[in-house]
């Protein structure tokens, strides 16, 4: 742990390697400024179990409230999202004014040196978190204008030109709060996978001399949240198969939306079938790392990890089978690149623990039936429809680009700050040619909307924060992953990465939690454990 260790009253044990002269320094220095009795550590533990249980609803309500596209569903996980931030923030209290240091995973970091620390790292993304919420604030604050819907015309205000400024306050007002509320989450879910569960801290409390970071297959939270999205993604499939056969357009067999209202169009809960492969996309391939994970730690007698083949086969299938081409082409990217690189990394790699041929060939067979079966399902259910969509991609993608270039010019007028987040809908009419000219609500290029938006400055935070995520692997302390699991679950954020060049997946709520639920895992793991 990350931490001088202490009893449960908070007091802390004197080093015994320091001169009796140091001791009172370094006592003082660690001394809680409120004392901790049994009924803050209760406290803390309700918190922290609260905030497991709201973690787990919003994984589940999140998809199946339609995608939470609309602003019921937006505001319930904005609310679900602040409840977890002020959860965080009372433990985070706990732990720095009463002293109290719970067992966890961040494990003991003085080894390393230099900038590259889990912790310098953590810090780096608490302030590029901050910098992104502030600049969207005072886009608000400082609007230019407001668009009226009603009137159908811009309301405009005095602003400061070097400081962000918003071309519609109320759509970036919007945008902020919905950044909120995904904060909050990010770091309450990052916060409580390093946490351990009771029987763990049991565990931890026998050797509180030298924890053990290692775990075989990942801590017991950990395995439950991985769980849970394969499990939950698997049902999402099933339902979205079922409802594509019985066809009657009806989003969850309920409601007909008003855009997309064709059966062909939709997928599950999605309206936009493309929605659905980039959630799909996300899924599957952490559910195929997190089998092969718990393979290579399984005891003998253990075989329930092998479910998770058939479901991570079940959702990769279901990009293809909702026709999406964009969808149908990354997972089969994905699955391709993902096998390959499991089959040449248990060929070239020698493994930690010695493997008999026969199991070896048993490992290989199964990743070889999951990619057959994926495709096997999906080509079987959806190609025909694909088919005649996949020939029409150079007429579909011409069309987009000529939307791309309709709208770079508003990235040429607005290069530093912006138009403000969240105002592409609003601010585009301006540049249409005539009234005739297509008036989208997303621009089908998040990158580009995102640079329109956001500008060269929130743009270039947003890539800073990303990369941060992707390089927290390769600093020692943490939860420990092997390359297998790390390197898919790279391959997943990519593929939504490049999905979202020629579609809009970070518009949409529930991907982007999903998004942010993969970065938060990434955020705890490392490639070698203190």
Excluded at 27 to 39: I, Q
Excluded at 125 to 131: C, G, K, Q, V
Excluded at 206 to 233: E, V, Y
Excluded at 270 to 286: G, I, K, T
Aim: a positive charge; proline letters at 5%; one cysteine or more.
């Amino acid at each position: 742990m990350g931490h001088v260790s202490g009893d449960s009253t908070g007091n802390h044990p004197v080093i015994p390697s320091l001169k009796a002269r140091e001791q009172p320094e370094l006592l003082r220095k660690f001394s809680p400024r409120f004392r901790l009795g049994p009924g803050t550590i209760q406290l803390y533990r309700f918190c922290d179990l609260l905030s497991g249980f709201l973690i787990c609803a919003m994984v589940v309500f999140s998809p199946w409230a339609f995608g939470t596209t609309q602003a019921w569903s937006i505001w319930t996980m904005n609310v679900a999202g602040y409840c977890l931030g002020l959860l965080l923030l009372v433990k985070t209290v706990i732990r720095r004014l009463c002293g109290y240091h719970p067992p966890d995973w961040r494990g003991q970091t003085d080894a390393a040196s230099g900038w590259f620390r889990p912790e310098v790292l953590t810090n780096i993304l608490t302030i590029l978190t901050a910098a992104i919420l502030a600049f969207t604030l005072i886009s608000a604050l400082n609007a230019r204008a407001t668009w009226q819907p009603y009137a159908a015309s811009f309301e405009y205000h005095s602003c400061l030109r070097w400081l962000p400024h918003s071309l519609d306050s109320g759509s970036t007002w919007f945008a902020f709060w919905q950044y909120l509320g995904l904060a909050c989450s990010f770091w309450a879910v990052r916060d409580w996978l390093l946490g351990r569960a009771g029987a763990e801290e049991l565990v931890a409390a026998q050797k509180a001399t030298s924890p053990d970071t290692r775990h075989p297959a990942f801590p017991a939270r950990m395995r439950l949240l991985l769980w849970l999205l394969a499990i939950n993604g698997a049902l999402l499939a099933i339902e979205g198969i079922i409802q594509r056969v019985e066809g009657s357009g009806n989003l969850l067999f309920l409601v007909k939306p008003r855009v997309n209202p064709g059966a062909v169009t939709q997928f599950g809960p999605y309206a936009y079938r493309s929605n659905a492969s980039q959630y799909f996309n996300l899924v599957w391939p952490l559910c195929l790392g997190f089998w092969w994970s718990l393979h290579r730690t399984a005891r003998q007698h253990q075989r329930r990890h092998h479910l998770l083949l058939p479901l991570a086969a079940l959702m990769a299938a279901c990009p293809i089978i909702s026709t999406s081409r964009a969808g149908a082409i990354i997972t089969v990217g994905i699955a391709v690149a993902a096998v390959l690189f499991l089959i040449s990394a248990q060929v070239l790699f020698h493994p930690a623990r010695a493997e008999t041929r026969a199991s070896r060939r048993l490992v290989l067979a199964g990743v070889l039936l999951f990619l057959v079966s994926a495709l096997s399902l999906g080509f079987a259910m959806g190609w025909k429809t694909l088919a005649p969509r996949m020939d029409e991609i150079p007429a579909g993608y011409t069309q987009r680009e000529e939307m791309y270039d309709r709208a770079r010019p508003m990235a040429s007028d607005y290069p530093l700050f912006g138009t403000g987040p969240g105002t592409f809908e609003s601010v585009f009419q301006l540049y249409r040619i005539s009234t005739d000219t297509y008036w989208p609500a997303q621009l089908h290029n998040d990158w580009l909307e995102t640079r329109i938006t956001f500008g060269w400055v929130g743009f270039l935070m947003i890539l800073a924060a990303l990369a941060v995520v992707l390089l927290r692997w390769f600093a020692r302390g943490g939860i420990h992953a092997g390359r297998r699991f790390v390197v898919i679950s790279w391959m997943a954020l990519g593929g939504c990465l490049v999905h979202a060049r020629w579609d809009l997946p970070f518009q949409i709520h529930s991907i982007v939690f999903l998004f942010l639920l993969v970065c938060a895992v990434l955020c705890v793991v490392s490639r070698r454990p203190a």
